[in-house]
């Protein structure tokens, strides 16, 4: 008689693998939106281009998202949980925004888009950005400080000099 743990590990064993691909389909449609944008702005990224660079049929896009603001919206969310995932100092948070190649080329192609992206201000992500902040700075106000600081270097990069002196004196 199999034991219930083999029987119920094999009932999940298909949803796994279905999540496992729902999620790989899912971070290939997000990164060939990304890689499109770096290459040629918002404008190049229409929803056949970003099927085609994913490696997905247009039906398989359009099961994961409604339309290309719903695909844009889940780029900005994957990329702001990236930021602070991986960066676990102000200083290597910079340093991702200012080096980031989809946003130089929103800075040099669809500045007004970007703008508009950073001056929401009632968006849902600005908490999850000012958690992301909490890990690095202690106080609230050094918090909101510094996010006005990364939300200047969207449109303003520094360089990482400048990086490394600002985010010294915010993190005083």
């Excluded at 929103?106 to 992500?125: F, I, K, N």
Aim: aromatic letters at 4%.
């Amino acid at each position: 008689m199999p034991s219930t743990d083999n029987l119920e590990s094999s009932k999940a064993e298909p949803y796994l693998r279905q999540m496992t691909s729902f999620r790989r389909t899912r971070t290939a449609i997000l990164e060939g939106t990304k890689s499109l944008i770096s290459v040629g702005g918002l404008h190049k990224a229409t929803m056949i281009d970003i099927a085609d660079t994913a490696q997905v049929s247009r039906a398989t896009l359009y099961n994961h998202f409604r339309d290309k603001d719903a695909v844009l919206r889940a780029l900005l969310e994957s990329e702001v949980d990236e930021l602070f995932h991986q960066a676990h100092s102000l200083e290597a948070i910079a340093w991702r925004i200012s080096s980031d190649s989809a946003l130089a080329t929103l800075r040099r192609t669809d500045p007004g888009a970007l703008a508009q992206m950073l001056s929401s201000a009632q968006d849902e992500l600005w908490p999850r950005i000012r958690a992301g902040l909490e890990s690095v700075l202690p106080s609230v106000p050094e918090r909101e400080l510094a996010l006005r600081w990364l939300i200047g270097q969207c449109l303003h990069p520094l360089s990482k000099e400048e990086i490394s002196s600002q985010a010294a004196l915010l993190s005083r």
